[in-house]
């Protein structure tokens, strides 16, 4: 269920307008419209949603709404709210630089540098961010549906059910602040500890300790990153 996050800080004529751009966008999906009509109101929807500015820079010149996670990869993500971002061209021109391309699906996970994981992970925090900041953390403003999160899970080494914290965007992000669960658990036994099959969060610190010292017998795993 969507979280519900200083909503007093958004009025309601900003809110009636966003929510205006969600309903031509639902309508033209439940309708079957094409896609390139599809995309369009989903772009419409990002950019009313973000307040016609770059969410990363603040620039209102040469918008764009981007796809934080490439529709190419994962196409039922495609006109999801939680993965749209505006962004200036210079924003947009950096988040692609590099392999633009159709993926090898036979290759692991942004082996050809297209999806740009700690991006991704960026994208996300900084869409959650400025949600809470200007209080449109509102029921389909961002939403990521379950289907979607699960595959995020699965990319990243984990149960698709392993629950994550916060409305979807901020899920959305904390799934990708974690390191691949199958590497973690490769460098873990290669220091002789085992490894928790759980999400290390932000700030957070997994600590093994000896049975007999009381001390950490092999070391400290903590995820520092936050932006």
Same mark, same amino acid.
């Given at each position: +269920? ?7 800080? /958004?009025?309601? /004529? +900003?809110?009636?307008?966003? =929510?205006? !751009? ?16 599809? &995309? ?5 929807? *990002? ?12 620039s ?14 994962? @196409? ?7 993965n749209? *971002? ?12 590099? #392999? ?12 050809q540098?297209?999806? !740009?994981? @700690? ?5 996300y925090? *900084? ?6 900041e200007?209080? &449109? ?8 549906d379950? =289907?979607?999160?699960?595959?995020? !899970? &699965?990319?990243?080494? #984990? ?5 994550? @914290?916060?409305?979807p965007?901020? =899920? ?8 691949n ?11 002789? #500890?085992? +490894?928790?099959?759980? @999400? *290390? &969060? ?12 009381? =001390? ?10 936050w932006?």
């Open positions: +269920m969507t979280e519900t996050v200083g909503t007093e800080l /958004a009025d309601a /004529a +900003m809110i009636a307008s966003i =929510q205006a !751009k969600l309903d031509r966008l639902t309508e033209a999906v439940n309708a079957g419209l094409n896609r390139t009509r599809c &995309l369009r109101r989903w772009s419409e929807f *990002i950019r009313e949603r973000d307040g016609h500015r770059c969410v990363d820079c603040h209102t010149r040469r918008l764009a709404a981007h796809h934080v996670f490439r529709k190419v990869l994962l @196409p039922e993500a495609e006109y999801q709210t939680g749209g *971002i505006t962004l200036c061209r210079e924003c947009h021109r950096e988040v692609h630089v590099g #392999f633009n391309g159709r993926p090898d699906l036979s290759k692991p996970l942004d082996a540098g297209g999806e !740009k994981l @700690p991006l991704i992970e960026r994208l925090c *900084i869409l959650d961010q400025d949600a809470v200007r209080g &449109l953390l509102l029921p389909g403003f961002y939403e990521l379950e =289907q979607v999160l699960a595959k995020f !899970k &699965l990319f990243q080494g #984990f149960a698709h059910d392993t629950p994550f @914290p916060g409305p965007v901020r =899920q959305a992000y904390l799934i990708w602040a974690q390191a669960l199958a590497v973690r658990r490769a460098l873990a036994e290669a220091n002789g #500890f085992p +490894m928790t099959d759980q @999400p *290390i &969060l932000p700030g957070e610190a997994y600590v093994v300790w000896g049975s007999e010292t009381g =001390q950490p017998s092999a070391g400290i795993i903590r995820n520092p990153r932006y």
